[in-house]
């Protein structure tokens, strides 16, 4: 059994509050394994600001100066794609003209700047507004310190890699780093026209421009380790090609209109962070967390987006199944918290975690994610009918099943329980894995091995879904036996997590088998994965739906007046998305889309208020007041792979649309619609080999009425 670690100096590795400030909003862009902070201006200069790749930070500096000052921001903003980010900027005339009075913008700079392949794409497009002849100079300064993201989100290091001087020709230049790991990290940059001057820090050019004339400057920057080739496209090339894979993404899913121009704006931003997140993999495609600090594969996040998702867009269910298949341990490693058949809970490949220095190189300490996987699986199998693809994946599913009974219940009790292997692993394997997230009704925090709610829930799911696919494969003795496994744990699960008084499952089990009676929405998760027997579903959902749990934006994670209970914590007390997504869902299993629905307008409002219409990683669990916004929490990620798919997730929960691959043919039984939502039309759901659309229209009765 494993034991709980001593938390004399619990080791943490937070979002300083210092990174993302409320009061400092940077522009951020992804591609593939690259993301982007950039200053309000569009440069990078201060704090956490650069351009990131492979949790490395290739470029901490590039600023633009006019005529030796740093032109003024009149607009900036994040193309309504996410493809590329535009700054308009100006600056005065070099030779004044004395007839235009006090107008001092007549220099206009348009910064235009996107990602593609491990780059930065940048073109700077230069006119003259003055009536006069203007001989303006341009300066970009640059440079990087190749810090590691860890560094950069507050970890402490005591040496570093060797920075190399840089090197220069006629049209760019080349930074590198031998970072302490022996990789040598570089960074090139490539101007054209070729500047008039260029060192190792700084380009010059000297635009001589007639009145009305207008030149540009274009600049790619590419980031690499030493087996990278360096290969420069152009501004236009690059930029269409990004545009072909998005539009191949967008392509994969189904489309929805809803009769509500806002409500479609809300759930195009949702898409649309679903693309710039989605990271072709070569296993397919896979959602990364969220942008900026957890731009990496995580399996508990990609599985739940890809769950949220998968009725619209199975295959990016198909590409985190074949990704995390290929990174399933195989082996124990304390260090990493890994042990055979267990999924990946989170990939690093910065200059930190290979030296170990944090564990995430390939850390698999989430207790979650191997239940979860087997869930997605047949899911998968039941939406799509891919048995060829769920023949090959068997072998993994029956290594997580072996870790889930051998490993996960380390004790025999039935139940799966986490206790980390290492003091620099993760305290809490859940998802609310913050120190104080897992606690009794009187505040003392619950000492391990931890069986959580939730996951008990997840494991029934687990081996409900393997029994489906062991059937489907003609192992009928294998089907039975994993059937009667998820009944057994059914019964256990009621007896020992239910709560009478409460009327409600308790949050988890301690190492003593104590239960942790707290008010947690763990409990909807139950619903979600159908481990809640028919009789105790009411009283769960109508709990949940309560004022305690429901701040009028979304369900809690604590309900108000429990011991630890806090509005603007982490886990308890705030609102996540993907939170009530899931809960969401388990309402309709147990037919209460009427509350799921109320799910889907509460977290419609939020996204409403919120900056680009985006819902965030979580925010504050205050009550709903008239005319206010929900309150913000400070360093949420946004966007959050997890927190874009709700909307879908609770749409799916509403029109309960289940469909037959094999003759495919899908139907919508006893559908509800959100009041933010006249009707909903989806075109291109892909069912077997055909593309299906389905019409859902509210009557003036109030039912809701289907045409497929």
Request: proline fraction near 6%; charged fraction near 25%; glycine fraction near 8%.
């Amino acid at each position: 059994m494993a034991q709980p670690i001593p938390e004399k100096k619990p080791r943490h590795f937070p979002v300083a509050a210092d990174a993302t400030r409320a009061e400092h909003r940077p522009h951020t862009l992804k591609s593939d394994d690259s993301f982007a902070i950039f200053g309000p201006n569009g440069d990078m200069e201060a704090g956490a600001e650069g351009l990131y790749h492979r949790d490395t930070r290739h470029l901490s500096r590039l600023a633009v100066a006019l005529s030796g000052a740093r032109p003024r921001l009149l607009s900036a903003a994040i193309s309504a794609d996410n493809a590329a980010l535009v700054c308009d900027l100006a600056c005065p005339a070099p030779k004044p003209n004395t007839d235009m009075g006090d107008d001092t913008n007549e220099i206009a700079l348009r910064w235009e700047s996107f990602l593609w392949r491990a780059a930065r794409h940048d073109t700077l497009t230069v006119t003259n507004w003055s009536q006069l002849a203007q001989h303006v100079p341009v300066s970009i300064g640059f440079g990087s310190d190749f810090a590691d993201l860890f560094e950069i989100r507050g970890t402490r290091r005591a040496r570093h890699g060797t920075i190399q001087p840089p090197s220069c020709t006629g049209h760019g230049a080349t930074l590198a780093c031998l970072g302490l790991d022996g990789v040598r990290r570089w960074t090139r940059l490539h101007f054209d026209p070729k500047p008039d001057r260029l060192d190792g820090e700084r380009a010059e050019f000297v635009l001589d421009l007639a009145p009305g004339e207008t030149q540009r400057i274009t600049l790619a920057i590419q980031a690499g380790i030493d087996e990278d080739t360096p290969t420069i496209e152009g501004f236009a090339p690059a930029r269409e090609a990004a545009r072909t894979q998005r539009q191949r993404l967008r392509d994969d899913a189904a489309t929805l209109a809803t009769g509500n121009p806002l409500a479609d704006a809300i759930l195009r931003r949702a898409r649309d962070d679903l693309l710039m997140l989605t990271t072709e993999t070569e296993y397919g495609p896979f959602p990364y967390a969220g942008v900026p600090w957890f731009s990496t594969a995580f399996g508990r996040d990609a599985i739940i987006t890809a769950m949220e998702v998968l009725w619209l867009a199975p295959a990016l269910a198909r590409g985190v199944l074949a990704y995390l298949a290929a990174n399933q341990a195989t082996e124990t490693d304390p260090a990493a918290d890994a042990e055979p058949g267990k999924i990946l809970h989170e990939a690093r490949d910065g200059e930190m975690a290979r030296l170990g220095e944090v564990p995430f190189r390939r850390y698999y300490g989430s207790v979650d994610a191997t239940p979860l996987f087997v869930m997605l699986a047949g899911a998968y199998a039941d939406r799509t009918g891919d048995i060829a693809f769920i023949r090959m994946l068997w072998p993994h599913i029956e290594a997580a099943l072996n870790w889930i009974d051998r490993y996960g219940d380390a004790d025999g009790d039935g139940f799966v329980e986490y206790g980390r292997k290492s003091a620099h692993g993760l305290a809490n394997q859940g998802w609310k894995d913050s120190r104080d997230s897992i606690f009794h009704a009187d505040g003392a925090l619950a000492r391990g091995p931890i069986a959580l709610c939730e996951v008990q829930a997840y494991v029934f799911a687990a081996k409900s879904a393997a029994s489906r696919i062991a059937a489907s494969l003609g192992m009928k003795d294998r089907a039975a036996s994993l059937a009667g496994e998820a009944a057994s744990l059914r019964a256990a699960f009621d007896s020992a997590f239910w709560d009478e008084e409460f009327g409600f499952y308790v949050l988890a089990l301690d190492g003593e088998k104590r239960p942790c009676r707290v008010l947690a929405s763990n409990a909807g998760h139950a619903l979600f994965a159908g481990i809640a027997l028919p009789e105790r579903a009411a009283s769960v959902a109508d709990r949940l739906m309560g004022e305690d749990f429901f701040s009028g934006w979304g369900i809690r994670t604590l309900a108000r007046g429990q011991a630890r209970f806090n509005p603007m914590s982490y886990h308890n007390g705030s609102v996540w998305p993907h939170d009530n997504a899931l809960i969401g869902l388990g309402l309709a299993r147990y037919g209460r889309r009427d509350a799921a629905a109320r799910l889907f307008d509460s977290l419609f409002a939020t996204a409403s208020w919120a900056e680009r219409y985006r819902l965030p990683e979580l925010f504050c669990g205050f009550p709903r007041a008239r005319d206010r916004a929900p309150t913000a929490y400070p360093v949420a990620c946004a966007p959050q792979a997890w927190a874009a798919g709700a909307l879908f997730a609770l749409l799916d929960a509403c029109t309960g649309i289940s469909v037959d691959p094999a003759a495919d043919t899908g139907s919508a039984i006893l559908p509800a619609l959100p009041a933010s939502i006249p009707h909903l039309r989806i075109e291109g759901l892909t069912i077997g080999n055909a593309a299906r659309g389905f019409a859902f229209q509210r009557n003036t009765d109030g039912q809701v009425v289907v045409d497929s």
